[in-house]
């Protein structure tokens, strides 16, 4: 053949070669959608993942079974060999070639049309006074919850303080309401109904390559005989009815972030620090936030924290390890600041049938958290002689509970005026939690929530010897849609506590148990509805009594409408 034929040749098997990898690349695309919808049944429950596997084996063998009938069916016999160094090209009809002209041009097209949009997308070509590149930088977000809180004392509780053998609220006494003020107890005898509500907005901004900063403000609790210092930590919930004043919105998180992963894209490393949302895994069922045995949900942490991970063989097996340092209390003339140091290892292993367990055990060491009564003894001294050292030890914030003694005397040198807390609180807690994906897309979490309080001394409280009611602990079940986010969709829990005395620090633990604090035991009972796509409601209802003391208990039914955006 001259040279313009075997030109031609070549072009025709270049095209019949386009058309035979574009036969491929369908026929891989089909083969790998089927593929991913039979992972997709197994992950759903729908198949199990023996099943799967014997369905694309049973594929696979009847593939290839056709293709060797079709082989063995073409006709092969009187073929004619080619002659030495003769090219053989199947004879292509004219329209055949066409078609893959046409096909041809319509995909180069469609790619071209593609990678333009895009670029015009990305640079904002074309769109009048475009947003310059730094705001796609930023994510505002937040959620709005309304409720409504029905509280109900049992007839036969205690009389209210400052009767004999009643509760004193120390938080109320320290600010200034003083040890015989009738406002200076608790609520032991009269119901309450309240509505509440709660507004976050956070505000989000990649600074650099694994590096964010983040921002969040919230509606908080100001109440109390000093309401503009007493913010509640515990606590976003703003009670309405207050003469159509404004509401307080302060800054509930101020943090840097910053994560690096590996070439897997598996986060080994995460550091925070500033005002920083709970660096702890909690563990205790995992719906709605975890235990709040030792920390409360809305808590949020001042200080540092860093948390390293190592998987185990693939992303979905990990160890891993968290420390953090946080300061409670800082005073400029005293060097016994309170600090609040810990640690925490645990594992998060992911199994085949999308089961997780997830474990962590921790400590947490309270610095110069006890109190520091006055050094001298007696009713005469009162605590406009107290050191910086004695002032620093009475807590900003407490709830029920807690062992506390005498800081000092009020000035008519006989009315005690200001507490602190008797015990040194050094924690160990152990939590757990296994999500069975059995039901998929329903799960089933069972968790469970450990505290003892190490630290506690029974021969040293407040200079005399008390019980030992050093321990916590919690149980719960969840079941449902892990995350109530769509019409429809729901989830169930019921979870019992136990929480002693002095086992955790009453100040940051759950403060909707027994409205908040220790020294309480009983029942929660709850469910989240969807209304709409980010629209739930939830109702739970708690029932609580008193471990230790004079009879005071509380059921609280709680009825929200939650959004997010």
Known sequence: MDNKKQLMVMMLCGMVGMAQAGEKEELLKLRNTTTNLIKELVKQGVLTAKAAEDMIKRADAEAQAQVAQQAASQPHENDIAAEPGEVRVPYVPEFVKDEIRQQVRTELRADVVKDVMQEAKTQKWGVPDALPEWISRFKLSGDLRLRSQHEFRAEDNVAPFPLVNSYPDFQAINQGQGFSNVNSGYNTQHDRQRFRERLRLALDADVAKGLKAGVRLATSVATGPNSANWID????????????????????RAFLKYDAVDSQNFKW???????????????????TGGSELVWDTDLNFEGFAATTRHALGSNTKSVFATIGAFPLQEAALSSHDKWLFGTQVGMDLGFANHDQFKMGVAFYDYENIKARPNTNSGSSFVCSTNSVDNNLSVPQFTQFGNTFELVCYDEDKVTPRMYGLASDF???????????????PHHLVVGAD???????????????????????????????????????????????????????LSAYTDSDFHLGGTNAKGWVVGANYGLMKNVWATGRWLSTDVITGPKYSIDVLQLDLNTSF
């Not at 490393?269 to 719906?287: D, H």
């Not at 021969?459 to 030992?468: E, Q, R």
């Open 450 to 504: 450990y505290a003892k309080n190490v630290g506690f001394n029974a021969k040293n409280v407040g200079g005399s010897t008390v019980p030992d009611e050093s321990n916590a602990w919690q149980v719960r079940v969840d079941f449902g849609w892990p995350k109530v986010s769509h019409a429809g969709q729901w989830n169930v829990f019921t979870l019992y506590k136990h929480i002693e005395n002095d086992a955790v």
């Open 426 to 440: 050094r924690i160990v807690n152990a939590n757990l939690s296994y999500d069975l994906a059995m039901f998929a």
């Open 269 to 287: 490393l995460t550091l925070s620090g500033g005002r920083i949302a709970n660096p702890w895994y909690v563990g205790g069922g995992e719906f």
């Open 233 to 252: 930590p515990v606590s976003t919930n703003q009670t309405l009815g207050n003469s159509a004043g404004q509401y307080q919105f302060n800054v509930d």
